[in-house]
């Protein structure tokens, strides 16, 4: 059975700025500080994209002194691609079987 496609993850991680934080987190746990100075984005510009994130479930934090790490839930990133695998999975094999019938 086909599942979905999250459309509401999707439109998360459509923002540039926020694939790019995504991007960013795949490679090491980062906090504010650390993204501000890789993105150039302002800090209260991240800090609003970094809550849509951690909303949809994309990312945790990790409270560390004064700071707050961010890291990104691998789990949820797989889960995405799943459903466009499965999705292209159902296309190949309809594809398959469209160019066994004849056209009317």
């Known amino acids: 059975m086909l599942t979905s496609v999250d459309t509401d993850l999707i439109r998360v991680l459509a923002d540039p700025l926020r694939l790019q934080i995504v991007t960013l987190l795949s490679r090491e746990t980062l906090c504010t500080t650390h993204l501000v100075e890789e993105t150039g984005a302002r800090q209260t510009n991240l800090s609003n994209h970094l809550k849509v994130l951690r909303e949809a479930g994309v990312v945790d934090t990790e409270p560390c002194g004064r700071f707050t790490y961010y890291k990104l839930r691998p789990d949820v990133i797989e889960?995405?691609?799943?459903?466009?695998?499965?999705?292209?999975?159902?296309?190949?094999?309809?594809?398959?079987?469209?160019?066994?019938?004849?056209?009317?």
Not at 81 to 96: C, D, N
């Open 79 to 104: 889960t995405l691609a799943g459903q466009f695998t499965e999705l292209a999975a159902t296309a190949r094999a309809t594809a398959a079987a469209d160019t066994k019938r004849s056209c009317p």
